[in-house]
């Protein structure tokens, strides 16, 4: 299994490379709310600390994936910016 820092932006959002603007909304807010340090289904699955790696990459995710022109950049890269 491959750790968070191992996968791309659209697979952090749990979303296909063509997600519309709406799609990427909406997994962001799903994921967010699933990864909320309140969270009891994180409890038994992820540490404190695996959940705040994956609170940052979903946020990150989405505020590359929801700008137009650092989606185009990123995209350019191959996810490697």
Known sequence: MRGPQEVDH????EISRDATLSEI???YRILREA???ESLALYSV????DAEVMRDRIEEAYRV???SNLKTEYDATG???
């Open 35 to 37: 990864y909320e340090t």
């Open 79 to 81: 996810g490697l910016g």
């Open 25 to 27: 909304d909406r997994a």
């Open 65 to 67: 994936l929801s700008d």
């Open 10 to 13: 659209y697979e952090t959002l």
């Open 46 to 49: 992820f540490t404190p600390g």
